[in-house]
């Protein structure tokens, strides 16, 4: 089983819309949770971290599921600058290899 | 914050030739760097777990006599592809983590091109 499962999409939705992206995780000694996100041909850039209670940063909010093994990442008020794959990470700890998934891919038309 | 500063961001040259990519955290120390790969449209693959004074672990079916890693201190991290042919074109990017819990900060990629 992969480390961590998500829908890869594309999701394709209008300017403004609300949209949400969940990743499963299978190792259930993950203590640490982020979402990253990545453009095309550039590197992944850290998004947010995912705490358990749930986390919000502007128009982004990450929730964490540990009885379900997942986590989400809702997004409000899409703007164009949005568009981009959306990856997930669950982890042991941060010394610990990080496989990534395909990530979610995101676009968003005007 | 945390910065992962890679070097060189493009490289092109001809079959055959070895190219060395390094990895420096900028602002804090790491003892475990992480290489990846990355083909066109394909997800971020891990190659190799690269561990300051000791060997780099590699992943299924990564060569490592191929892929030489050096982690000689603790902010630099080295990927030589030895040999490269064009097959070993690709996004090859690094990562790092400032401490235990925190995320794993990416450095900005080197973009490879053999000919």
């Known amino acids: 089983r992969k480390e961590v499962e998500q829908d890869p999409g594309p999701f394709n939705v209008p300017e403004g819309a609300t949209v949400a992206f969940n990743c499963t995780y299978s190792?259930?000694?993950?203590?640490?949770f982020f979402w990253y996100r990545q453009d095309c041909r550039k590197e992944p850039k850290l998004l947010m971290s995912?705490?358990?209670s749930g986390n919000e940063d502007g128009r982004f909010t990450a929730q964490l599921n540990r009885a379900s093994q997942y986590i989400s990442l809702l997004i409000r008020d899409s703007k164009l600058s949005d568009s981009a794959t959306y990856l997930c990470?669950?982890?042991?700890?941060?010394?610990?290899?990080?496989?990534f998934g395909p990530g979610t891919s995101l676009s968003v038309i005007p | 914050g945390a910065v992962v500063s890679q070097h060189p961001s493009r490289v092109i040259c001809k079959s055959g030739t070895s190219v060395k990519i390094e990895c420096r955290s900028l602002?804090?120390?790491?003892?475990?760097m992480f290489w990846y790969r990355q083909f066109p449209k394909q997800s971020l693959m891990l190659m190799a777990t690269?561990?300051?004074?000791?060997?780099?672990?590699?992943e299924q079916g990564v060569e490592k006599d191929k892929f030489l890693i050096n982690h000689a201190s603790l902010t630099l991290s080295t990927l030589t592809v030895t040999s490269a042919h064009p097959e070993d074109s690709s996004f090859y990017i690094c990562?790092?983590?400032?401490?235990?819990?925190?995320?794993?900060?990416f450095g900005d990629g080197t973009r490879l091109s053999i000919l």
């Open positions: 990562s790092a983590s400032p401490g235990i819990n925190q995320p794993q900060h």
């Open positions: 190792n259930s000694a993950s203590q640490s």
């Open positions: 995912v705490y358990s």
């Open positions: 990470v669950a982890m042991k700890t941060s010394y610990d290899k990080v496989i």
């Open positions: 602002d804090f120390q790491a003892t475990t």
């Open positions: 690269s561990n300051e004074g000791s060997k780099a672990t590699y």
